[in-house]
Structure formats: structure tokens, C-alpha cells
């Protein structure tokens, strides 16, 4: 077998077996709850009655759901199951009485659900569909009413439907049962007639029925005439007894009205000045409350004073009374150091002056010679200058003293001056150029060997003399 061969062989195994399963798929037949699959043409099958006779047929059913039909073999026929609604209306039908009325009525029926009823309306209603259901369930019905109403009077039926719906329903179905038919409601809609005597029948119940609504609605007007005017005298008399009540429940009503006017006043009052205790006592507690933290904030302020005073003290002390004792102090060592400088600057001088005299004596000696007569002619003048002379040419040397003294004053940049101590500022400075000023003798005397203070006390104290003998 070459492959060719293969090849259509299995070709045509797939055709067949797609062609099975469509042969397969169409033989499936499926219906709804409301239907009856009715499967003929199978081999046949006893079944038991009811009645316990056997019988063999050539069909099977299927309620609902679906089933496998078997090609070539067996046809499908459905039977309708849902309830099937019939509207009669008969011919007019002699009655009990002779007299001829038509009815109309409303029915509902369906294929009952047991298997002998599913056999019966198979066998008899198959093909025909709900409409051949209905047209022979219609002709069954409507022979029943027409039976049913001729064993009842005209009245009887009118006045009792219900139980002419329950006869024609027990006489209808023992029909139905042996078509496997099952009546589910029967009710009678209406009746009529062509004589008119339904409404002769109607007319002296009619007429009693007006009679006794004229006679009825007279007794009725008398009663209401009676009861209304016993109703108004009654009406009066506790209207009136009425007003008394209201008029004396007004007048108690005011009485508690003013008597709880007055119970309120005195509430008020009361409530009025406990108001006032108490706003006063509440202002007083205010007060003290406030006084307490008046007086915690003073705390609080004196406290905050306190240690801002501190830190004044400190930032003071820091900034300004440190610095100054190290500028005093500073100025007190550079005073010293000038002082020492100056003197010794003085006694190098003199020093130097007296090994200079030595080497130049033999000079000098030459010059004081010549010198020495104007010096002696100084002395004779130095003798007669008297006690303002003197003064006057030693005040005339304190300014350029000062301004020497003073003169290194004018270095220094910056000088703070802090007051409380009498020694310190600028009493202190002053002081200090007027205590350098009368120094200056002693520096003339330690630098010259002349004793000023000496010469001036001795010369103005020979001159107080002078004056005192005069």
C-alpha cells in the first residue's frame, strides 16, 4: 500500500465518521418540560393497565429532555402539554324550567402527566396539535353544559354558579379522562336570554328592593329627624353646660394662672438675687483669682528681674568692669614703667652728665670761669626777685610740665570710666598729672642736685620776715 492509498483511506474514514456524527447529532431529538417526545416505529413492548390487562405497543415517549432516534427505524411526533385555555358559549339551552337561556363560560385543560394519559392523548391526539385539542376538548365541554343545564332551573344557576361549575367539571371530567385529558379550572362567566326573563326576574326583586329602600330610607329620615332634634336638645343642653365648664375652668384656670404668676415671681426673685450672690461671690473669686495671679506674675516678673539683673551683673562685669580694672591696671603698670623709664632715663643722664664733667672739667673749668660771673650775677639777681617773682615764673613752667606729663595721655584710644569710686575716673587721671606736677622737684633735685621746695620755702619765708619787721 503506498502512500497515496493511505491517504484516501483515512480521507474517507474521517468523511464516514463526520457523516456519522452529523447522522448522529440530527437523530438527537430534544424537547421541553412542556412537551412530549412520541418516539413510533421501534419494536413493540408490553405495559400493564391500570387494570391489570397486558398490552403491546410500538412506541415510546420521553417527558421532557431527549433521546436517541434511531435512523431509517423510527419517526418523532411531539404532544403538547401546557394548559390549553377554551372560551364556550352555548346556543340557547332549555332549562329545568322551560326556559331557554345561553351561558358563557372559561376552561382550562392539558395532558395529564401519567403514563396511561400520556398513552391515551398520544394515541388520540397525536398530529393534531393544540388546536385539535382544543376544537375536541371545546365540543366535550360544551354537550356537558348544555346536559348540565337542563337538570337546573334558571334561578338555581344564576344564583348558585359555583355549583353549577362544579357539576359540569365532575360530568366533563369522566370524558376527559378517557382521552387523557385533565380539566384544570371551570368557571361560568355569564348567562342571558331572549325572553327576557332574567329580567322579569329581576324586576319584582327590583321593585321590593326599591320599596324597601323608599320605605327604609323614610324610616331612616324619621329616625334621623328624631335622634337629630334629641341630638340638637342634647346638644344644647351640653353646649350650655359646656360654657359653664369653660367659663369655670377659665376663671380656675386664671386663679392658677395668677397664683402661678405670682409662684413664678417669687422664683424669679428668688432665683433673681441667688443669681447676684452668686455673680457677686463669682466676681469676688475672680478677683482673688486674678489678685493670685497678679501676684504669681510679680513673683514670676521679680524673679525674671532678678535674674535679668544678674545677667546684667555679669554682662557688666564682663564686658565693662573686667576690661576696665585690666585697662587700670594696664594704665598703673604703664605709668610705673613710664615713671621707672623716666628716672632712669634721668639717672643715665646724670650719670652720663658727671663722667662727661669729668672728661670735660678742664673745659668747663675754662667756661665757669667765665660763667661763674654771670652765674653770680644770677644770684644777686635770684636774691632780689621777691615771693611773686618767683611764683610767677614757676607757675609760668606748670603748663609746659603738664603738657609733658600729660602728653602720653594721648596715646591711649579708648578710656571708660566708671563711676561709684572716687579714686577711679577722671579725678583720678587729674590727680594723678597734679601728683607727677609737684614730683617735679624731686626729679629737678634727684637730676640737678638743686632743692627747690627747700630755696622756695627759705626764700619766701625770708621774705614773710622781711615784711612782718617792716
Do not use: C
Not at 430534544?30 to 412537551?35: L, M
Not at 521679680?302 to 587700670?328: F, G, H, M, Q, S
Not at 605709668?335 to 646724670?350: L, M, V, Y
Amino acid at each position: 500500500m503506498n502512500l497515496t492509498s493511505g491517504l484516501i483511506l483515512i480521507g474517507a474514514i474521517i468523511i464516514v465518521l463526520t457523516l456519522l456524527a452529523l447522522l448522529m447529532e440530527k437523530q438527537y431529538r430534544k424537547v421541553g418540560p412542556n412537551e412530549v417526545l412520541i418516539i413510533s416505529g421501534g419494536r413493540k413492548h408490553a405495559i400493564v393497565a391500570p387494570d391489570g390487562t397486558k398490552t403491546k405497543i410500538g412506541y415510546r415517549y420521553r417527558l421532557g429532555g431527549g433521546t436517541f432516534v434511531l435512523p431509517f427505524m423510527e419517526t418523532v411526533d411531539t404532544l403538547p402539554m401546557e394548559a390549553i385555555t377554551m372560551n364556550i358559549k352555548t346556543p340557547e339551552v332549555l332549562t329545568n324550567g322551560g326556559v331557554p337561556i345561553m351561558a358563557e363560560a372559561v376552561a382550562q385543560i392539558k395532558i395529564d402527566s401519567s403514563d396511561l394519559s400520556i398513552r391515551l392523548a398520544a394515541e388520540q391526539f397525536l398530529g393534531l396539535g393544540k388546536e385539535g385539542i382544543r376544537s375536541v376538548a371545546e365540543t366535550v365541554l360544551e354537550g356537558k353544559m348544555r346536559e348540565v343545564m337542563g337538570t337546573m332551573t334558571v334561578e338555581q344557576i344564576y344564583k348558585a354558579r359555583h355549583e353549577f361549575s362544579t357539576n359540569v367539571t365532575q360530568t366533563a371530567q369522566g370524558d376527559f379522562s378517557q382521552m387523557g385529558l385533565n380539566m384544570m379550572s371551570f368557571a361560568l362567566k355569564d348567562i342571558s336570554d331572549t325572553q327576557g326573563y332574567l329580567d322579569a326576574l329581576g324586576k319584582p326583586v327590583i321593585a321590593a328592593a326599591k320599596r324597601d329602600a323608599v320605605i327604609a330610607e323614610a324610616e331612616t329620615e324619621k329616625e334621623a329627624t328624631i335622634k337629630s332634634s334629641e341630638a340638637q336638645k342634647e346638644g344644647e343642653v351640653a353646649r350650655l353646660a359646656a360654657e359653664a365648664l369653660i367659663a369655670k375652668a377659665q376663671w380656675e384656670n386664671e386663679a392658677k394662672k395668677a397664683e402661678s404668676q405670682v409662684k413664678v415671681n417669687q422664683k424669679k426673685a428668688e432665683a433673681d438675687f441667688a443669681y447676684e450672690i452668686e455673680r457677686a461671690r463669682l466676681s469676688q473669686d475672680m478677683k482673688r483669682e486674678e489678685a493670685k495671679v497678679k501676684f504669681i506674675e510679680k513673683q514670676e516678673a521679680i524673679k525674671i528681674e532678678e535674674l535679668e539683673i544678674a545677667r546684667k551683673e555679669k554682662e557688666l562685669n564682663a564686658n565693662v568692669i573686667k576690661p576696665t580694672d585690666a585697662r587700670k591696671y594696664q594704665m598703673k603698670a604703664e605709668a610705673e614703667a613710664e615713671e621707672f623709664r623716666i628716672q632712669s632715663e634721668a639717672r643715665g643722664k646724670a650719670d652720663a652728665m658727671k663722667l662727661g664733667g669729668i672728661a670735660l672739667a678742664e673745659k668747663t673749668k675754662h667756661l665757669g670761669l667765665a660763667e661763674a660771673e654771670s652765674m653770680m650775677k644770677k644770684a644777686q639777681a635770684w636774691d632780689k626777685y621777691n615771693q611773686a617773682a618767683i611764683l610767677e615764673m614757676y607757675l609760668k613752667m606748670l603748663p609746659d610740665l603738664a603738657k609733658a606729663v600729660s602728653e602720653p595721655l594721648s596715646k591711649v584710644d579708648k578710656i571708660v570710666v566708671i563711676g561709684g569710686d572716687k579714686s577711679l575716673g577722671t579725678t583720678k587721671i587729674t590727680s594723678q598729672v597734679g601728683e607727677i606736677l609737684a614730683q617735679m622737684p624731686d626729679v629737678v633735685k634727684s637730676l640737678t642736685g638743686v632743692d627747690l621746695k627747700k630755696y622756695l620755702k627759705k626764700k619766701l619765708a625770708s621774705e614773710d620776715d622781711e615784711k612782718k619787721e617792716d
